[in-house]
């Protein structure tokens, strides 16, 4: 048997030095799908999903999502994942590739059931209109910490949201992002 694991060995070995450049492209390719402009709404999600809109979820560390613990997942409009962004220093997922959305409760309710209901919403309807307190299991008003309270906070083309989601009226392009915010 070691007398056919030796020549295996160096078959393997100048097989791997061989395609070597071939795993760097491909790995290449791999981190060249998302976009890359600290300037726009778009940096960090896929390529294909840039002038399209987008939701993303992002969790704090602490209470990471079970499956949304190792970067950021992309999901796609037809509710395929299309990758993990590792390079985000966040986890959570993003769902996107959408076109035709003008309000913002309607948008986040259709693009977070794609998730299967790991990204499942819930919120009262009070006053001034519809109030997340959970994403994904995670209810901010049970979190506890260092902080007097918490709350899922809305961005909206990365710059937080003026008016709460009921009121959100979306255009192409824009990106809607959930994340933790404490006081």
Sequence with gaps: MSDFLKPASIVALVGLIIMT???QDFLSEETS????????????????????????????????????????TMIDED????????????TGACVGGFE??????????????????????????GQWGPFVHTIGGLNADKLTGDFNGAYWSLDHNGVASMVGIGDLVLSEGDVISWSIGTW
């Design 100 to 125: 035709g959305f003008s309000r913002g409760l309607d948008f986040m309710m259709n693009s977070t059931r794609l998730a299967g209901g790991a990204l499942s919403v819930g919120y009262d309807v």
């Design 21 to 23: 450049p071939s795993i």
């Design 33 to 72: 799908r998302f976009v890359e402009d600290s300037e726009s709404s778009h940096d960090g999600l896929p390529t294909e999903w840039d002038n399209k809109q987008v939701l993303c979820v992002y969790f704090p560390v602490e209470q990471a999502h079970e499956e949304y613990s190792q970067g950021v």
């Design 79 to 90: 509710g395929v994942e299309l990758g993990v962004n590792i390079d985000l220093n966040r």
